[in-house]
């Protein structure tokens, strides 16, 4: 009964958004208030619906109620809980009732918080974020439901995948849809300001707060998952340019580009129609990214059950949307005025610089992961692009970046004084070049990558507390926009200190090890004191029990598992981690070697294999760094103060801008 | 205007190359050893372990061998398609038992049945390596002078069946 409960709330949920999406659009356009006050109430209900929706399907997994598919094909009975429920999203299905319930939850927001926004502009908005839904609720109820039966009903569950019984994916697969979906909010402020034809401050400054928020949930939910491969593949690599992460990078990027690019919009007017493009594509490759997940058309580590008709169904959806809203584009943006003029040396030409490069890296990184499908639609045969093909583009793309956000808070607005840039600057360089030089030597080994990516990190350090003292002695306030900004630049700093020292100076050694025999690598010793078996709920392990020692110091007593889970039987590695601040000591446990073949866990020998990892945490906590930093700009109290297009008028700075520019 | 057009231009391409992609399959990877002859090993029989089997007894034969373990799960999907096969008797499958024990490997042919004429145990997943074996199941169509003539990655599906497999294992067998 309760999954029939939950998908007929879906069929409400879709005649709301069909409601939503329609009714306050029109409502603007005849002028009808009628229609436009609809958009509130129906957002609203919309959102009660989907939530109920979400809950039955929880509850149904919660229950073990097999007669489901989805909770047959995804969850087990013996399944501990807090995974029984997160493999509601475990699935295709369940993980678009999870974008759906994002993207309702997202315009509840809108409506609940936007007391300060004209009636028909929000009228646009939701009607936009309606539309958004229509699509969404359709492609789950006609190709895809989460609530179909199965009869009779299995007996117990397949089991969630193995790789999926992880804290991680409590936690992640959250965080990044409310980041991919966010990016919705943004999208549709800028239909709505096309479809107004106002694209002014006012604008961004409302889409503000909007876009760094859902850039906060997307940096942490992508860090989450960075984490989580870490520790849970087994080969402690944090990054793999896999295509399912490349499809939640390069909203990344672009929002990235999209926030900074909205700060000049509203403060000095500038770049409208560069930062509505902008915030279209973030959106758009939101879209992009669910449809290679979620089509088949790459292969990836990330190996959901595919199935050519929704690739297709998602195919066309992206074509209206992302088609669509860019002929509005074509068809409004020429109408737009022109913003304020600025100089060569200005902060407006750094930002623009900057999210020129990070768009141009976002494309990098799209042609890689799109390239085997490019040639293999023309018929040049099947190839696939690793690493190799990422660092050497990426890096060289995102060191300029860095350069200028390092400096872009020195330089003025309009137009940038060479002679008080000068100042600062020789000492980031000072501190960047000594950074660079001497630290290695700590390290006693020198290349030159290494000194460069620790240039960058020092230049930035550097940059941003020039930019702090400089704020300090001067009168103006320091607010928290200013000081998150700073925050997530620093943040830029941490990350490439992190990714730098990895790199450069990780050690790792494939071991056979006997119980009772001793290896050592980078000061550390690791005796190895046999496996035993555990059971798990719904696991046997093998558990290793290794000693690491410093100095003749016990520092560390680690167990790393190699489980069978019983109902799927594949095996996972579950490496044994001791975390510091300055290095991660990683031991994972390979396969047992042994002459007799007996097996188990009486065998003679097992591979193992350990790795010292310096400053590897350094990396995600530069990404919460980051992460931070943009709640703490996002919650700027002159976002929160009621404004309305006629202050913007009465602004002089703005009138003198459109004078400038007429 | 014109301008402004770009964006959309690029992603109408994009959409293109999408669409085409969409009816591609990824996984289809060409493997080097298709037109080579099929690597040899000597191997212990999976039921009667003191009897061993090369390649070379199925010469003269076009068959089927079939990489398979009790802990892959995507076997269990092609499994009911080898076991009808069998019993047509429309070619000889020889199953290679993949980093399997050999208790849970007989146990699991009691429980699904089994389609293989034999299975060789390769415990250690050596000869895997010779075969390029990128995941369970995978499958290479072998002809009469023992040379790999097709191999498909992962579950064996009807379609790939009726349009790859049995064509050419007609057309290998005049």
Request: glycine content about 10%; proline content about 6%.
């Amino acid at each position: 009964m309760i999954p029939e409960l939950g998908h007929f709330a879906l069929i409400v949920a879709l005649a709301i958004a069909l409601v939503q999406g329609t009714l306050p659009l029109v409502g603007v356009a005849q002028r009808i208030p009628g229609f436009i006050a609809l958009a509130r109430p129906a957002a609203q209900g919309l959102f009660l619906f989907v939530a109920f929706a979400f809950g039955c399907l929880a509850w149904s997994f919660y229950s073990n109620d097999f007669s489901v598919l989805n909770v047959a094909t995804n969850s087990n009975s013996k399944l501990p809980t807090a995974y029984r429920i997160a493999a509601t999203w475990g699935s295709h299905e369940g993980s678009l009732l999870l974008w759906v319930l994002m993207l309702s939850g997202w315009m509840l927001a809108v409506s609940v918080f936007s007391r300060s926004l004209p009636q028909d502009m929000l009228a646009r908005i939701l009607g936009v974020m309606g539309l958004i839904a229509v699509g969404f609720l359709s492609f789950m109820l006609f190709t895809s439901s989460p609530f179909e039966r199965l009869l009779p009903a299995a007996a117990d569950g397949r089991d969630l995948n193995p790789l999926l019984q992880d804290p991680g994916m409590v936690f992640h697969p959250p965080m990044l849809y409310m980041g991919y979906v966010g990016f919705s909010v943004a999208f549709s402020f800028a239909i709505a300001a096309l479809l107004d034809g106002r694209l002014d401050a006012t604008w961004a400054r409302w889409s503000r707060p909007w876009t760094t928020a859902a850039w906060v949930f997307l940096t942490i939910g992508i860090a989450l998952g960075s984490f989580w491969a870490y520790y849970e593949l087994g080969w402690g690599g944090w990054w793999f340019w896999d295509p399912v992460e490349n499809a939640s990078f390069m909203p990344w990027l672009i929002g990235t580009a999209l926030i900074h690019s909205l700060a000049v919009t509203e403060k000095r007017g500038a770049f409208k129609t560069w930062t509505v493009l902008l915030a279209i594509i973030a959106f758009s490759l939101s879209l992009l990214g669910t449809f290679l997940v979620r089509s088949g058309v790459l292969t990836s580590v990330h190996a959901f059950a595919t199935d050519p008709k929704r690739g297709i169904f998602i195919l066309c959806f992206l074509a209206v949307v992302i088609g669509g809203s860019l002929s509005l584009y074509a068809w409004r943006a020429n109408r737009v005025a022109p913003g304020g003029r600025f100089e060569l040396l200005s902060r407006e030409s750094m930002l623009l610089a900057n999210s020129v490069l990070l768009l141009v890296a976002c494309g990098a990184v799209m042609l890689g992961t799109l390239y085997p499908l490019f040639l293999d639609a023309l018929g040049l045969g099947k190839i696939s692009v690793g690493p190799p093909y990422f660092d050497s583009v990426f890096m060289p793309l995102m060191a300029p970046a860095i350069l200028l956000a390092g400096i872009g808070p020195l330089v003025a607005w309009r137009r940038g004084e060479p002679a008080q840039l000068l100042r600062p600057l020789r000492w980031v360089a000072i501190v960047a070049l000594i950074g660079a030089l001497f630290v290695p030597l700590a390290f006693g080994r020198w290349a030159a990558l290494t000194s460069v990516g620790l240039l960058l990190a020092f230049w930035i350090f550097a940059g941003t507390l020039a930019a702090l003292v400089v704020r300090f002695r001067s009168t103006t306030r320091m607010t928290p926009a200013f000081l998150g900004m700073l925050l997530a630049h620093a943040g830029i700093g941490v990350f490439v200190i992190g990714v730098t020292l990895v790199k450069s100076y990780e050690t790792e050694r494939d071991l056979r090890m006997a119980p009772g025999d001793t290896a050592t690598l980078g000061g550390y010793s690791f005796r190895f004191d046999g496996v035993r078996e555990v059971r798990g709920p719904n696991y046997e392990a093998a558990r290793g029990a290794i000693t690491v020692q410093r100095d003749g110091q016990t520092i560390a007593q680690l167990a790393p598992e190699k489980r069978v889970y019983l109902v799927q039987r594949n095996p996972m590695t579950e490496a044994a981690i001791d975390a510091g601040i300055s290095r991660d000591v990683y031991v994972a446990l390979g396969d047992a070697v042994d002459a007799g073949g007996a097996g188990g866990t009486d065998a003679a020998a097992w591979t193992v294999r350990i790795h010292i990892k310096p400053f590897i945490r350094w990396i995600w906590i530069g990404c919460l760094m980051m992460a931070f930093g943009g709640v703490l700009a996002a919650s700027d109290r002159r976002y929160r103060i009621a404004t309305r297009r006629q202050e913007d008028a009465s602004n002089p700075d703005a009138t003198l801008l459109r004078r400038g520019a007429a | 205007m014109k301008r402004f057009l770009w964006p959309l231009a690029i992603f109408i391409l994009l959409v293109g190359f999408l669409a085409v992609g969409l009816n591609l399959n990824p996984r289809e990877v060409p493997s080097p050893l298709v037109g080579k002859p099929a690597p040899a090993f000597d191997l212990p029989v999976l039921h009667q372990p003191d009897k061993r089997f090369v390649p070379a007894d199925m010469r003269g034969k076009v068959w089927l061998l079939n990489v398979w373990a009790s802990w892959c799960v995507s076997c269990r999907e092609e499994h009911p398609l080898l076991v009808e096969m069998s019993k047509k008797g429309v070619l000889p499958i020889l199953g290679l038992n993949y980093k399997d024990k050999g208790e849970d490997a007989q146990r699991w042919l009691k429980q699904f049945g089994n389609p293989y004429q034999l299975s060789v145990v390769d415990a250690d997943g050596r000869i895997g390596i010779d075969y390029g074996v990128y995941g369970v199941p995978e499958t290479y169509l072998i002809d009469a002078e023992g040379v790999i003539r097709f191999k498909q990655i992962g579950p064996i599906t009807p379609a790939v069946l009726e349009q790859k497999i049995l064509p050419l294992a007609m057309a290998l067998r005049k």
